[in-house]
T-cell receptor
Framework: NAGVTQTPKFQVLKTGQSMTLQCAQD?????MYWYRQDPGMGLRLIYY???????DKGEVPNGYNVSRLNKREFSLRLESAAPSQTSVYFC?????????????FGEGSWLTVV | GQQVMQIPQYQHVQEGEDFTTYCNSS?????IQWYKQRPGGHPVFLIQ?????EVKKQKRLTFQFGEAKKNSSLHITATQTTDVGTYFC?????????FGTGTSLTVIP
């Protein structure tokens, strides 16, 4: 049981290049999320998917697109990378239960745009 | 929109001193959770508080949820070097998590 797995762990891009961050969870969770973390800014939600087949914008969606490929996988795409997108990206998943819910994070992807 | 503010942003303490971080929401929350992120790591769930005025303890950590369900605190007694990291609160409303900005704790041996 790996939990939430995201790849790549590290990536350097040139301005204008595109790339996709991959994420998969094996906990059969309905909800999946992409966050970015910057110093002093905490965790900011980029996009989320409440269930398979749906995606919604979070707090900072500009410059990103997502695909909920199936229940397990939720990818984040940067079409034309900008230096402002240098950040640590976390994929996460959760399940909504009457008893409560917990969000589980992947180990993070460190992205540098030069 | 929903905002969750957390203070202080940074805290340096001598090993053995106590530490407290505070979390405040602009709206009433269904429940609140706390997470810890070690340097270079990812946030990991610590605890969830659901009831108004709830207090929970985990060894040296004490978590409180305010009576109005709009604020919360995490208190660590007698900090140790293993407590180093960033502590996040997350307010939950509906099916959304709203993370605070985090408090980065440094423990000086």
């Amino acid at each position: 049981n790996a939990g939430v797995t995201q790849t790549p762990k590290f990536q350097v891009l040139k301005t204008g290049q595109s790339m996709t961050l991959q994420c998969a969870q094996d906990m059969n969770h309905n909800s999946m999320y992409w966050y970015r973390q910057d110093p002093g800014m905490g965790l900011r939600l980029i996009y989320y998917s409440a269930s398979e087949g749906t995606t919604d914008k979070g707090e900072v969606p500009n410059g990103y697109n997502v695909s909920r490929l199936n229940k397990r996988e939720f990818s984040l795409r940067l079409e034309s990378a900008a230096p402002s997108q240098t950040s640590v990206y976390f994929c996460a998943s959760s399940e909504w239960l009457a008893s409560g819910n917990t969000i589980y994070f992947g180990e993070g992807s460190w992205l540098t745009v030069v | 929109g929903q905002q969750v503010m957390q203070i202080p942003q940074y805290q340096h303490v001598q090993e053995g001193e106590d530490f407290t971080t505070y979390c405040n929401s602009s709206t009433t929350l269904s429940n609140i959770q706390w997470y810890k992120q070690r340097p270079g790591g990812h946030p990991v769930f610590l605890i969830q508080l659901v009831k108004s005025g709830e207090v929970k303890k985990q060894k040296r950590l004490t978590f409180q949820f305010g009576e109005a369900k709009k604020n919360s605190s995490l208190h660590i007694t007698a900090t140790q070097t293993t407590d180093v990291g960033t502590y996040f609160c997350a307010g939950i409303t509906g099916n959304q998590f709203y993370f605070g900005t985090g408090t980065s704790l440094t423990v000086i041996p």
